[in-house]
């Protein structure tokens, strides 16, 4: 491609609204425009790295055995009525009307339209399993779209739904796309963990997503330092300890602690380290107290909480709430002489609590040399915090520690969750209707494309993965008015191509400067320079990643050109 005729609207200055590299880079080396907030266009150079990560993931799931189809994305409104998630999803859920007033939706995502597509036309054990993906502009009217491509009200993803017969199958299938996802992002160039984490809206249990690891991510990772564990902090277990209580048991007491609510007043102003402090939170679970306690160097994790009482609406209680079960104000709290009303529960890490401090129900009032069993009773003892870095792994090997990472990819076990409530069944052996058991995959392609360049760029600009790359070359004449370069030039343009490299061409009359500045912001792997030696026959070669620079003579150069790609990531 001739830079001449390419359109590619590379910018000098940092857009003023770009708060991140991606953005602004893939705003500034022509990738992408904005239409309205959190609707972007794609310019050739930007579709060009989307396509390439297309072609990936379809060499990827056509090996994992998937098919492709292409479902729509305007979808009938009663089926997410079946499903029960047209009044639950919220208000990221775009809805309109046609012309005769039949409600539809925008597709977010198709758990719907699937099963009732694989509803309508598998009815037998026989055509089981199968794997349906597809590739396609999905809709989310984010409240606040930020950070260009990375989260936007429309974007382009690749969702994969697995029908199984049995549990063993739906295992099978989740490994199989698991692997194909691992192979993605491999050969996307991506450093990423898989991670175990939340199912989320779309329900279903086992679900792990694929993280690129980047400080600008909205997650946070807990990881082992010693093994592959990765998870979510927000449902990553927590080791349960051995809680030796190898400190003699002092007498309880009860102190004055004039307006000490918080743990950091009361570890300050009483000198005592925060983990010998049980920190009391009220719960409300559908409208019942539940008093939780945990270490006060330790937070409540609200979505674990919610796993000890599945299907009831957990919230944390308001001051009114407090003063009304428990008979104080919120920072007072404690198990001691709770009412019998108030059902007490503990994370684990209570247990290794000796002589601690906790809140005595009383205004300006806390007991000292607090110990559970001795002064009270717990009903259950559960992981239900936060898991820290310096925490042991919970698979056992190393300590934990934090990373950012960006969400690209995410798999779920869904079950049957979607195949009982729109009636996608089939016959088993004996002739009896059974419901589908389904599994949903999905990558977000635009996410991959912007976290690609998070991870690769440098202070000049994009440094592109050789997979990825929207061209191998950008082959430079330095000064097109000059005749032997030109024609020099426009031999290798020809005959790189003959060679089968993909090359951009800049055959602009612009400044040596300017030219080389927009090689670097554009980021393709290699560089090659038709210079002032063109009439000897030599080429300037340079290696973007590395900076390394060399002299070939154009004879060789296709032979050093494939080598330089063999060592290419």
Same mark, same amino acid.
């Given at each position: 491609?001739?830079?001449?005729?390419?359109?590619? =609207?590379?910018?000098?200055?940092?857009?003023?609204?770009?708060?991140?590299?991606?953005?602004?880079?893939?705003?500034?080396?022509?990738?992408?425009?904005?239409?309205?907030?959190?609707?972007?266009?794609?310019?050739?150079?930007?579709?060009?790295?989307?396509?390439?990560?297309?072609? /990936?993931?379809?060499?990827?799931?056509?090996? @994992?055995?998937?098919?492709?189809?292409?479902?729509?994305? /305007?979808?009938?409104?009663?089926?997410?009525?079946?499903?029960?998630?047209?009044?639950?999803?919220? =208000?990221?859920?775009?809805?309109?009307?046609?012309?005769?007033? *039949?409600?539809?939706?925008?597709?977010?995502?198709?758990?719907?339209?699937?099963?009732?597509?694989?509803?309508? #036309?598998?009815?037998?054990?026989?055509?089981?399993?199968?794997?349906?993906?597809?590739?396609?502009?999905?809709?989310?009217?984010? *409240?606040?779209?930020?950070?260009?491509?990375?989260?936007?009200?429309?974007?382009?993803?690749?969702?994969?739904?697995?029908?199984?017969?049995?549990?063993?199958?739906?295992?099978?299938?989740?490994?199989?796309?698991?692997?194909?996802?691992? !192979?993605?992002?491999?050969?996307?160039?991506?450093?990423?963990?898989?991670?175990?984490?939340?199912?989320?809206?779309?329900?279903?249990?086992?679900?792990?997503?694929?993280?690129?690891?980047?400080?600008?991510?909205?997650?946070?990772?807990?990881?082992?330092?010693?093994?592959?564990?990765?998870?979510? /902090?927000?449902?990553?277990?927590?080791? @349960?300890?051995?809680?030796?209580?190898?400190?003699?048991?002092?007498?309880?007491?009860?102190?004055?602690?004039?307006?000490?609510?918080?743990?950091?007043?009361?570890?300050?102003?009483?000198?005592?380290?925060?983990?010998?402090?049980?920190?009391?939170?009220?719960?409300? +679970?559908?409208?019942?107290?539940?008093?939780?306690?945990?270490?006060?160097?330790?937070?409540?994790?609200?979505?674990?909480?919610?796993?000890?009482?599945?299907? @009831?609406?957990?919230?944390?209680?308001?001051?009114?709430?407090?003063?009304?079960?428990?008979?104080?104000?919120?920072?007072?709290?404690?198990?001691?002489?709770?009412?019998?009303?108030?059902?007490?529960?503990?994370?684990?890490?209570?247990?290794?609590?000796?002589?601690?401090?906790?809140?005595?129900?009383?205004? #300006?009032?806390?007991?000292?040399?607090?110990?559970?069993?001795?002064?009270?009773?717990?009903?259950?003892?559960?992981?239900?915090?936060?898991?820290?870095?310096?925490? =042991?792994?919970?698979?056992?090997?190393?300590?934990?520690?934090?990373?950012?990472?960006?969400?690209?990819?995410?798999?779920?076990?869904?079950?049957?969750?979607?195949?009982?409530?729109?009636?996608?069944?089939?016959?088993?052996? !004996?002739?009896?209707?059974?419901?589908?058991?389904?599994?949903?995959?999905?990558?977000?392609?635009?996410?991959?494309?912007?976290?690609?360049?998070?991870?690769?760029?440098?202070?000049?600009?994009?440094?592109? =993965?050789?997979?990825?790359?929207?061209?191998?070359?950008?082959? +430079?004449?330095?000064?097109?008015?000059?005749?032997?370069?030109?024609?020099?030039?426009?031999?290798?343009?020809?005959?790189?191509?003959?060679?089968?490299?993909?090359?951009?061409?800049?055959?602009?009359?612009?400044?040596?400067?300017?030219?080389?500045? #927009?090689?670097?912001?554009?980021?393709?792997?290699? *560089?090659?320079?038709?210079?002032?030696? @063109?009439?000897?026959?030599?080429?300037?070669?340079?290696?973007?990643?590395?900076?390394?620079?060399?002299?070939?003579?154009?004879?060789?150069?296709?032979?050093?050109?494939?080598?330089?790609?063999?060592?290419?990531?």
């Amino acid at each position: 491609m001739r830079q001449s005729n390419f359109l590619i =609207p590379t910018l000098r200055d940092v857009p003023a609204d770009a708060e991140i590299a991606s953005h602004q880079l893939m705003v500034r080396a022509g990738m992408i425009r904005q239409t309205a907030s959190g609707i972007y266009s794609y310019l050739p150079f930007g579709k060009r790295v989307l396509k390439k990560v297309e072609e /990936i993931i379809r060499d990827e799931m056509d090996a @994992a055995g998937g098919q492709e189809v292409l479902m729509p994305a /305007i979808q009938p409104a009663e089926l997410w009525e079946e499903s029960g998630r047209l009044g639950a999803y919220g =208000p990221e859920l775009i809805r309109l009307k046609d012309r005769h007033q *039949r409600d539809f939706v925008l597709g977010p995502t198709h758990e719907e339209v699937i099963t009732s597509l694989v509803r309508d #036309d598998i009815k037998s054990y026989k055509k089981l399993p199968v794997n349906l993906y597809q590739i396609q502009t999905k809709y989310r009217d984010e *409240r606040r779209p930020r950070f260009g491509v990375l989260r936007s009200r429309e974007f382009i993803m690749k969702d994969a739904y697995s029908f199984d017969t049995t549990i063993e199958g739906l295992d099978a299938s989740y490994e199989q796309m698991y692997q194909a996802y691992t !192979n993605i992002f491999k050969r996307c160039g991506l450093d990423f963990r898989a991670v175990v984490a939340d199912s989320g809206a779309i329900g279903g249990t086992d679900t792990h997503e694929f993280m690129v690891l980047s400080e600008i991510g909205e997650d946070t990772i807990a990881y082992s330092d010693s093994s592959d564990f990765a998870a979510n /902090i927000e449902i990553a277990a927590v080791k @349960a300890g051995s809680y030796a209580r190898d400190e003699d048991e002092a007498p309880l007491e009860k102190i004055d602690t004039p307006n000490m609510k918080t743990i950091d007043e009361l570890s300050r102003s009483l000198e005592l380290d925060s983990a010998k402090i049980i920190k009391a939170v009220l719960f409300m +679970v559908d409208e019942e107290p539940v008093l939780v306690l945990v270490r006060g160097d330790h937070e409540v994790n609200d979505l674990k909480l919610e796993k000890v009482f599945p299907g @009831a609406t957990v919230e944390v209680a308001t001051p009114e709430q407090a003063l009304e079960h428990m008979g104080v104000e919120i920072g007072y709290l404690g198990p001691i002489g709770a009412p019998t009303s108030v059902k007490v529960i503990a994370d684990q890490d209570v247990q290794g609590v000796v002589n601690g401090l906790c809140g005595a129900n009383e205004t #300006d009032k806390h007991f000292k040399n607090v110990n559970v069993g001795r002064d009270f009773e717990v009903e259950q003892f559960v992981d239900v915090r936060f898991i820290k870095e310096g925490d =042991p792994s919970p698979d056992g090997q190393g300590t934990i520690k934090f990373a950012k990472g960006i969400e690209v990819g995410h798999v779920f076990k869904l079950g049957t969750k979607y195949s009982e409530a729109l009636g996608a069944t089939f016959l088993d052996e !004996n002739g009896k209707a059974q419901p589908m058991i389904m599994g949903c995959y999905g990558i977000g392609v635009s996410r991959t494309v912007a976290a690609i360049v998070e991870q690769s760029h440098d202070e000049n600009g994009l440094v592109w =993965p050789k997979e990825v790359t929207p061209f191998d070359i950008h082959l +430079v004449a330095i000064n097109s008015k000059n005749a032997d370069q030109k024609e020099l030039a426009d031999q290798l343009y020809e005959q790189l191509r003959q060679d089968r490299f993909d090359v951009l061409y800049d055959d602009r009359p612009e400044r040596a400067g300017v030219k080389f500045k #927009d090689s670097d912001l554009l980021g393709l792997p290699i *560089r090659v320079g038709v210079g002032k030696r @063109a009439a000897e026959g030599i080429v300037e070669v340079k290696l973007r990643k590395s900076g390394e620079m060399f002299e070939v003579e154009v004879s060789n150069l296709k032979a050093f050109l494939e080598e330089q790609f063999l060592t290419l990531v």
